[in-house]
């Protein structure tokens, strides 16, 4: 018999979605997962939906810090996703120009190059001068490496899906369904764009985990509702860039196994080459107001453009409040020069020889930012039955299994 008739609503199946619905149809509730994307999976400009995401527990935070060793045991032992998990370890860097102390330091070059499969050992770049000469500091920490983050975030719908989760497609939320009470309101279910509704039962509860599309949403079903004045909104988005390359052959063999290298100071990261030869590199930085998550239903769902924000640029600019918020503003159609160029050169610090390397194709990836870079896993106030999940800050893919256990305590 089952425990509850409880019916969820998870909107979503970004990480934050898909380990959600998993949790929940694991404790014995029916649940309903609504995605926009074709299919209910992570939608293509998903963030949840990328080549890779780096698994690192190196927090100065301690609740960070042991949130992410757990999720670094489930990604060795989960039977779900440990076929996703890369192990080869995490090299941070300082950068040039930082004096800092840090415990288990890289220093040598014999530590350093320790660090890199033999086939790269001579092959790195002025990073590897910088360490040995101490002006830049560096540590290993073998215990992380990197996920294949699209195909993991689908392993774990899939089997919410084998357990009995109903997951819809089209499915673009914009309204919630609510009944008046007395002292508040409280949210029965939602409406789609194309009119489908979908209902909660017993207990159950909606929870929004739309990733960076959380503002607009949240925002228009406020607005809606006229609780503006009650509620702040808590997060907003960032578009950060990211730019792939293709590795030859033979290059494929050389930078295989290297592990990801990120620099603290600026924020730059690169991977070791997937299966495909597919190297990512980006930069973890306040990113770009604009362009906004895509709401356009009408539209295929492709990796959005800055050209395609000129509009909102002009409409909206104005309106940005948020103290704290990025804002520059960019109007390129794809990746801003400056950055390729940045990107590219940071790459170059580090392996010289890739630095030519064809650029397959750039992206934009958006973060939903929160105020302190804590994620906000939290009822929305002033309104029961909602549980809004979000804020991701860049940084959440890493505990994914582990983030439904989390949210599964509301
Ligand atoms: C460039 C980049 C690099 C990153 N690197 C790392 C990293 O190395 N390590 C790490 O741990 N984290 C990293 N992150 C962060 C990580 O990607 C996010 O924390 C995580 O993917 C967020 O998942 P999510 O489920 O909240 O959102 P998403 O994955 O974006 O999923 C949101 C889903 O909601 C759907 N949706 C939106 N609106 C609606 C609606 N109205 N109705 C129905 N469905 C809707 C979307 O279609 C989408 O499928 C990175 C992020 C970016 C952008």
């Known amino acids: 018999m089952p425990i509850d008739q409880d019916t969820y609503i998870v909107v979503g199946s970004g990480v934050f979605g898909s380990s959600t619905a998993l949790e929940l149809i694991r404790a014995g509730h029916k649940v309903i997962v609504l995605d926009r994307s074709e299919d209910g999976y992570c939608a293509p400009d998903g963030a949840s939906n990328d080549l890779n995401k780096i698994v690192r527990a190196d927090y100065s935070?301690?609740?960070?810090?042991?949130?992410?060793?757990?999720?670094?045991?489930?990604?060795?032992?989960?039977?779900?996703?440990?076929?996703?998990?890369?192990?080869?370890g995490v090299l941070f860097h300082t950068g040039t120009s930082v004096d800092q102390t840090i415990a288990y330091e890289v220093s040598s070059s014999d530590q350093f190059k320790g660090c890199f499969p033999v086939s790269t050992r001579n092959r790195l770049g002025r990073l590897n001068e910088d360490i040995t000469s101490g002006r830049n500091k560096a540590y290993f920490n073998p215990r992380g490496g990197w996920a294949e983050a699209g195909k993991a975030t689908n392993a774990v719908l899939d089997e919410a899906k084998r357990l009995g989760a109903q997951v819809y497609g089209n499915a673009h939320v914009n309204k919630l369904l609510f009944q008046d009470r007395d002292d508040s309101k409280r949210v029965t279910g939602v409406r789609c764009a194309d009119g489908r509704t979908f209902h909660i039962g017993g207990k159950g509860q909606t929870i929004l985990c739309v990733g960076a599309w959380s503002e607009g949403l949240l925002r228009a079903i406020f607005e809606e509702q006229n609780l503006n004045s009650q509620i702040s909104l808590p997060t907003w988005s960032s578009a950060q860039v990211v730019i792939t390359i293709q590795l030859n052959e033979e290059q494929q063999k050389i930078y295989r196994d290297t592990p990801v290298v990120l620099c603290f100071e600026n924020g730059n990261y690169c991977f070791e080459p997937d299966s495909n030869g597919l190297m990512k590199i980006a930069i973890h930085s306040g990113g770009y107001r604009f362009p906004l998550p895509s709401t356009n239903t009408n539209t295929p769902l492709t990796f959005p453009t800055f050209a395609d924000s000129i509009a909102e640029q002009a409409d909206r600019?104005?309106?940005?409040?948020?103290?704290?918020a990025p804002s520059s503003v960019v109007k390129e159609a794809r990746c801003p020069t400056d950055q390729a160029k940045q990107i590219l050169q940071n790459l170059h610090y580090v392996y010289p020889e890739l630095a030519n390397a064809p650029i397959v194709y750039d992206r934009i990836c958006f973060y939903s930012e929160s105020l302190d870079e804590n994620w906000i896993i939290d009822h929305a106030p002033g309104v029961k039955g909602l549980v809004v999940a979000s804020g991701d800050s860049g940084h959440a893919f890493k505990v994914s299994e582990t983030l439904g256990k989390i949210k599964s305590e509301y």
Not at 66 to 79: H, T, V
Not at 317 to 324: S, V, Y
């Open 317 to 324: 600019t104005a309106k940005i409040t948020i103290q704290g």
């Open 61 to 88: 935070d301690p609740h960070y810090r042991n949130l992410a060793k757990m999720a670094i045991s489930y990604w060795r032992r989960s039977d779900l996703i440990s076929q996703y998990y890369h192990e080869v």
